[in-house]
C-alpha cells in the first residue's frame, strides 16, 4: 500500500492531502519528478519498500548468523517482545499523522498498569477492598484510565493549543506522580491467572499479546486507510489550515488521535503488567522513546501528513528482531543502543532523500 | 495591674514554649530517591524509631529524586536551616562528596545510609557490604548444582556501586566452582521487565543449557522466573537467587522458586539515625532502637566506629513467614 509520497498512487488519505498541499511544498515535488525520469523501479523499490527490504535483509543475515533465530519458539519470543512497543507505537503513529507527539505513554503505561492490577489482585493488602473483581473490570478500568490521560491531554493541545511536546512532557510527569501516589510507590503483586492470560496466554499456541497487536494492527490499519476520519487526519497532519478551509473539525480530529494513544497506551499497560505478573510503579520508563523510535524507522514523518502504520508495525519488529538477535549472539546491550541510535537517524535521511530528492 | 501579669505570663509561656522547640533535635534524612519498595521500607522505619515517636527528635525526609543535584541543594537547604545532623543515602559514590562537604564546613554531622560515598568527612556509616551478598547468592546457587554447570549473570546498571561490588561477589564465588560455565552476562537494570526478555532470549540461545540464575537483585530474579514459566520449564529444575528481600520475591521463597538475601532496610536506617541523634547530642545518648540487640555481630562501641555493617540474612523456608508478616 504506498501512500507516502503524493506523486505516487493516491491512497485515500493522500486525496486529500494533494488537493491541500500548499505552494511550498511544490519545490520539493518538482526536484522529486526529475528523479522519477531516472531509474524508475529502483528508486520506487527503495524509496517505498526501503525498510520493508531493510528488516528482511536483518532477518536473513540473523537466520544466517543464528542457528535459534528462525525456529518457532524464538519468532515467537520476537513478536511477544514487539507486542508492547508495537501496540504504543500504533497508538503514537496517530499523533505523530497530526504533527502531533504523544511522550506520556510510559508514564500512562504505568498508571494504567497499576489502576487495573489493584482490581485484579489476589493479594490481600495491595487491591482494592473486594479485589479481585473480574478481568473485564480490570481491563475496562485500564482502559479508561489510559483513554482519560489521553483525553487530557487531547483538551489541552487541541483546545487550548500548547504545544503537544509541553502538553505530553506535564502529562509524562503527573502520571507517573499519580501512579506512585496511588499504589504509594508499592507495587501491586499476584494478579489472577484469568487477568494474566492477555500477557502469556495462547491460541492455537499463538500468544495472545501477538493476537492483540494483530487486531490493534488491522483495525488502525482500516481507520486509516478506508475512513473518512483516517483521511482527515492525514489531511490535519499534511497541512492544518487548508483542513481547516475544507470544512474538517481539527479540533476534534487532534482530540481522538491523543484519547487512541492514551487508550492503547493503557491497554499496553496491562499487557506489561499480565506478562511481568505484577504492576509495578518504576514500569514503561523511556517506552516512549521506543514507540517514537519505530514510528520513525517506520517511514512515518515527524512533520505530519505522511507516513503508514504498516511501517510502524516494521519499524517495531526491527526493534524487537536487533534486540533478540543480538541477545541470541551474545552481544553487549551497549551495542544494541548504538544500532538503534543509528537506525532512527538512517530512516529519516532516508526519508529526506524521498522527500527533497537525491 | 492583672493586664501586666498576663503579659508576663504569656511572654514567659512564649519563650519557655521557643526554648522547648530549640531543644528538640532537628535531624534530616536525604535518601536519594523514593520510587522503589527498599527506600520505602528505610523511610518507614526512620519514623517508626522510638526517638521520633517520643518526640525528642524532629525528622524531615527529603526525597532526592535519584538526582545528585538534587541532593547537594536540599544540603543547602539542612545547613541554612541549621539541622542539628544528617543522615545521607547518595545516588552517587563521588557526586555525593560535596554535598558532605559543604555540611562539614557548617559543622554538621553527616551519617552515611545505604550507600556509599567517597568522602573522609562522613560521620560514620551503616550499611551493608554489598560484595558479602553478591558472593552469598552466587553461593546459593552453585550449591545448588554442585558447582558445575552454566549460569547466566544479571547485571544492576553497569556502573553503580551496588553493581560493581555485587559482581565483585558473584565472581570471587564462581572463581570456587572453575568447572561452572557463565554463559551470559549482562545488565538488565534492576528492571524485571527487561530481565525478563533476556532470559526469553537466553534460554533460546542456549536450549536446555542454562543451569543457575544469578540476579543481583530481586526483581531481576523474578523476572528470569516469568521467563522461565513462559517457557513451559519447571523453575525448580533451575537455581536462582536474588538480592534484596523485596515482598515479590519473598513470596518466591516460600513457592520454593527462588533464594533472596534480604537487606535490612530497618537497621540500615534506625542504625543511622541513633548514631545522628547520639552526634546531634555530642555523645550524651544511649542508642534507642532495638536492632543493636538482633544483631550481635554489630556491636554500637559507643559510636565510635567508623563503618558499622549491617549483617546479611539470607530467606529461608524456615524464616520467610517471619518477614512476611512484617511486610503490611
Same mark, same amino acid.
Given at each position: ?6 506523486? /505516487? ?50 532477518? %536473513?543475515? #540473523? ?33 505523530? #499523522?497530526?504533527? !502531533? ?5 510510559? &508514564? ?15 493479594? $490481600? ?23 482519560? =490521560? ?22 509524562? &510527569? ?9 499504589? *504509594? ?9 484469568? /487477568? ?20 490493534? /494492527? ?23 489550515? %487548508? ?19 492514551? *487508550? ?26 521506543? $514507540? ?5 524507522? *517506520? ?5 505530519? *501528513? ?13 526493534? !524487537? ?28 535521511? #532516508? ?8 | ?13 512564649? #519563650? ?16 536519594? !530517591? ?8 528505610? @523511610? ?102 554442585? =558447582? ?28 570456587? =566452582? ?9 545488565? $538488565? ?5 527487561? $530481565? ?8 533460546? @540461545? ?42 515479590? @520475591? ?29 552526634? %546531634? ?48
Amino acid at each position: 500500500m504506498p501512500n507516502h509520497s503524493s506523486t /505516487f498512487q493516491p491512497e485515500p488519505g493522500q486525496g486529500v492531502r494533494s488537493m491541500a498541499e500548499e505552494p511550498v511544498m511544490s519545490v520539493g515535488d518538482d526536484k522529486k519528478a526529475k528523479g522519477w525520469l531516472g531509474s524508475e523501479q529502483r528508486r520506487l523499490l527503495v524509496q517505498e519498500y526501503g525498510i520493508f527490504l531493510a528488516f528482511l535483509i536483518l532477518v %536473513a543475515v #540473523l537466520s544466517v548468523s543464528n542457528e535459534f533465530f528462525l525456529t518457532a519458539g524464538n519468532i515467537s519470543n520476537v513478536l511477544l517482545q514487539t507486542s508492547i512497543n508495537g501496540v504504543l507505537a500504533i497508538g503514537m503513529t496517530f499523533v505523530i #499523522l497530526t504533527r !502531533g507527539i504523544d511522550l506520556s505513554v510510559g &508514564s500512562v503505561v504505568a498508571l494504567a498498569g497499576i489502576v487495573s492490577a489493584s482490581f485484579v489482585t489476589s493479594s $490481600a493488602t495491595a487491591g482494592i477492598s473486594g479485589a479481585p473483581y473480574p478481568v473485564a473490570l480490570g481491563l475496562g478500568i485500564g482502559l479508561l484510565v489510559g483513554i482519560a =490521560c489521553g483525553a487530557v491531554s487531547g483538551l489541552i493541545v487541541s483546545r487550548f493549543s500548547v504545544p503537544a511536546f509541553v502538553t505530553t512532557l506535564g502529562m509524562l &510527569s503527573a502520571a507517573r506522580g499519580l501512579t506512585l501516589i496511588y499504589g *504509594g510507590g508499592r507495587p501491586v503483586p499476584a494478579l489472577t491467572p484469568a /487477568f494474566r492470560w492477555i500477557g502469556t496466554g495462547d491460541v492455537f499456541g499463538i500468544p495472545a499479546p501477538v493476537i492483540i497487536l494483530a487486531i490493534v /494492527f488491522a483495525v488502525s490499519w482500516w481507520i486509516l486507510n478506508r475512513t473518512r476520519f483516517g483521511r482527515y487526519i492525514y489531511a490535519v497532519g499534511g497541512n492544518p489550515h %487548508a483542513a481547516r478551509t475544507s470544512g474538517i473539525n481539527i479540533t476534534r480530529i487532534q482530540f481522538v488521535v491523543y484519547v487512541i494513544s492514551g *487508550g492503547l497506551a493503557g491497554f499496553a499497560g496491562m499487557l506489561l503488567s499480565a506478562r511481568t505478573g505484577s504492576a509495578l510503579p518504576q514500569a514503561g520508563i523511556a517506552y516512549e522513546l521506543d $514507540a517514537i523510535a519505530a514510528v520513525v524507522i *517506520g517511514g512515518t514523518s515527524l512533520s505530519g *501528513g505522511v507516513g503508514r502504520v504498516t511501517g510502524t508495525l516494521i519499524g517495531a519488529l526491527i526493534i !524487537g528482531v536487533m534486540n533478540n538477535g543480538l541477545d541470541l549472539m551474545g552481544i553487549q546491550s551497549y551495542y544494541q543502543q548504538v544500532l538503534k541510535g543509528a537506525l532512527i537517524v538512517g530512516a529519516v535521511m #532516508l526519508d529526506q532523500k524521498r522527500n527533497y530528492g537525491a | 495591674m492583672k493586664r501586666w501579669m498576663i503579659a508576663l505570663a504569656s511572654a514567659t509561656a512564649l #519563650l519557655a514554649s521557643s526554648a522547648m522547640a530549640q531543644e528538640k533535635i532537628k535531624i534530616g534524612a536525604a535518601p536519594y !530517591g523514593l520510587n522503589a519498595e527498599f527506600m520505602q521500607i528505610w @523511610a518507614a522505619a526512620l519514623q517508626e524509631h522510638p526517638a521520633v515517636k517520643s518526640g525528642e527528635v524532629e525528622l524531615t525526609v527529603f526525597d532526592g529524586r535519584y538526582d545528585a543535584l538534587v541532593q547537594q541543594d536540599q544540603f543547602k537547604t539542612m545547613v541554612t536551616q541549621k539541622y542539628n545532623a544528617i543522615i545521607f543515602a547518595p545516588i552517587d559514590v563521588d557526586a555525593g562528596a560535596a554535598a558532605v562537604q559543604s555540611a562539614a564546613d557548617a559543622g554538621i554531622p553527616v551519617i552515611g545510609s545505604n550507600t556509599r560515598v567517597n568522602s573522609d568527612l562522613l560521620t560514620s556509616y551503616v550499611g551493608s557490604d554489598d560484595t558479602i551478598s553478591g558472593y552469598m547468592e552466587a553461593k546459593t546457587v552453585l550449591d545448588k548444582i554442585g =558447582c558445575k554447570g552454566n549460569v547466566v549473570i544479571l547485571e544492576g546498571p553497569v556502573g553503580q556501586s551496588a553493581q560493581i561490588s555485587r559482581l565483585e561477589g558473584n565472581k570471587k564465588a564462581l572463581a570456587e =566452582c572453575p568447572d561452572v560455565k557463565v554463559l551470559e552476562d549482562q545488565t $538488565a537494570n534492576w528492571s524485571r521487565a527487561e $530481565a525478563q526478555t533476556l532470559m526469553e532470549n537466553w534460554l533460546t @540461545a542456549h536450549p536446555k543449557q542454562i543451569n543457575g540464575v544469578i540476579g543481583q537483585n530481586d526483581e531481576m530474579a523474578l523476572g528470569a522466573i516469568e521467563a522461565i514459566k513462559a517457557a513451559g520449564l519447571d523453575v525448580k529444575s533451575f537455581a536462582i537467587a536474588g538480592i534484596d528481600g523485596i515482598t515479590d @520475591a519473598l513470596h518466591a521463597v516460600k513457592a520454593g522458586e527462588m533464594t533472596s538475601i534480604l537487606q535490612d532496610a530497618r537497621a540500615q536506617a534506625q542504625g543511622a539515625l541513633d548514631l545522628a541523634i547520639f552526634k %546531634a547530642k555530642k555523645g550524651d545518648y544511649k542508642p534507642q532502637s532495638d536492632i543493636w540487640t538482633t544483631y550481635k555481630d554489630m556491636p554500637w562501641n559507643d559510636g565510635k566506629e567508623k563503618i558499622y555493617n549491617v549483617p546479611w540474612t539470607p530467606v529461608t523456608a524456615e524464616n520467610v513467614d517471619q518477614l512476611l508478616a512484617t511486610r503490611k
